[in-house]
């Protein structure tokens, strides 16, 4: 492979130095937003819980004080012991509410923090190598094979912002969904194929390089296509993006008696914890793991296809037998008619 003039990086996410850094923002606005951040960041969930168990424990000690003291109580007295014992009830269910939602909120809050910072770097990067690599094809030294791979890096990088716009749009437009999208028989081999030819390069790889299907000829869905794609692309994707330099993703279909289909995308990569198989589901949420923050992730692309899934009536599900184990997720489409 031919190299490449010395101001141009092979990724733009590696690069940095004068020609990135000459339009940096002033450094006290960069200063205090990056403050802004962190403290965003390390804002603890723990301080409205610690507060909220503690208010219940004084409220319950109040209670049983109250109680006993009135242990001996006269017959007039009885209706001050209901009013109190209802009184710190309602406090106590009260307290309880305020802590779970505050708890929510915050961690909706991380969720939307880690989320603006994932939208930040899939938008500067790709534009940044774009913006050296457009410096590049200026010099009058540069070779014709290196224009050549100078065009392919950009390519490149253009086909990731598609990417990522494409998800954006995606979770926007599934708040517009209705009723009444029309339905077609789909052959489910040709559709994955064709998702698995397109997914690859977006990571560098061969077109249906690392992806092996397993699908019989004749199975066919009735679905919406473009949403089927998005759901097939997504997972393939998601996958791929989660293995290793030489991913193993295997794609596979059967249907059932009862005409329903179910089919599994399953890797070798770094694998789910338990504890966060269902929440990879959630919007914005990404695993709080190293191996999961060095790659690239908004924490839509799970979302947008737990809810296309479940705008056709289906199921997703994901399983891991543990972290650097693989994950295998299952997607169950029901029986439809055509439309």
């Given at each position: 492979m031919p190299t490449l003039p010395r101001c141009l990086p092979r990724r733009a996410r590696r690069c940095s130095g004068p020609m990135v850094n000459k339009h940096e923002v002033p450094g006290g606005v960069a200063r205090a937003a990056r403050a802004m951040t962190l403290a965003a960041r390390q804002r603890s969930i723990s301080t409205p819980i610690t507060l909220t168990s503690i208010a219940v424990v004084v409220a319950i000690g109040l209670l049983i004080g109250w109680t006993v003291g009135f242990a001996d109580g006269a017959?007039?007295?009885?209706?001050?012991?209901?009013?109190?014992?209802?009184?710190?009830a309602f406090l106590v269910l009260v307290l309880l509410m305020f802590g779970v939602g505050l708890s929510r909120g915050i961690?909706?809050?991380?969720?939307?923090?880690?989320?603006?910072?994932?939208?930040?770097?899939?938008?500067?990067?790709?534009?940044?190598?774009?913006?050296?690599?457009?410096?590049?094809?200026?010099?009058?030294?540069?070779?014709?094979?290196?224009?050549?791979?100078?065009r392919a890096m950009m390519l490149e990088d253009?086909?990731?912002?598609?990417?990522?716009?494409?998800?954006?749009?995606?979770a926007s437009r599934l708040s517009h969904l209705r009723d009444g999208v029309p339905l077609n028989p789909i052959p489910l081999e040709a559709l994955v194929?064709?998702?698995?030819?397109?997914?690859?390069?977006?990571?560098?790889?061969?077109?249906?390089?690392?992806?092996?299907?397993?699908?019989?000829?004749?199975?066919?869905v009735v679905s919406d296509r473009t949403t089927l794609e998005t759901i097939f692309k997504n997972l393939v994707d998601n996958a791929i993006?989660?293995?290793?330099?030489?991913?193993?993703?295997?794609?596979?279909?059967?249907?059932?008696?009862?005409?329903?289909?179910?089919?599994?995308?399953?890797?070798?990569?770094?694998?789910?914890?338990?504890?966060?198989?269902?929440?990879?589901?959630?919007?914005?949420?990404?695993?709080?793991?190293?191996?999961?923050?060095?790659?690239?992730?908004?924490?839509?692309?799970?979302?947008?296809?737990?809810?296309?899934?479940?705008?056709?009536?289906?199921?997703?599900?994901?399983?891991?037998?543990?972290?650097?184990?693989?994950?295998t997720m299952t997607l169950t489409l029901p029986p439809m008619e055509s439309t």
């Open positions: 017959p007039h007295q009885t209706w001050l012991l209901i009013l109190g014992v209802t009184s710190f961690l909706e809050l991380r969720r939307q923090n880690t989320f603006v910072d994932s939208v930040t770097h899939e938008l500067k990067s790709p534009l940044a190598s774009l913006k050296l690599c457009l410096e590049t094809l200026e010099r009058e030294d540069i070779r014709p094979d290196q224009r050549a791979e100078v253009v086909e990731r912002l598609s990417a990522f716009i494409d998800d954006i749009l995606e194929r064709d998702c698995a030819a397109k997914v690859p390069p977006r990571h560098g790889l061969a077109p249906g390089a690392g992806v092996t299907i397993n699908i019989p000829p004749g199975l066919t993006k989660y293995s290793g330099p030489a991913p193993n993703v295997r794609v596979t279909a059967t249907q059932r008696p009862d005409r329903s289909v179910v089919a599994t995308i399953s890797d070798d990569g770094i694998g789910i914890p338990e504890k966060d198989l269902r929440r990879v589901f959630t919007r914005f949420y990404r695993v709080d793991d190293e191996a999961v923050r060095a790659r690239r992730g908004t924490g839509l692309g799970l979302f947008v296809v737990a809810a296309l899934v479940r705008a056709l009536g289906g199921r997703l599900e994901a399983t891991s037998p543990g972290p650097g184990k693989g994950t």
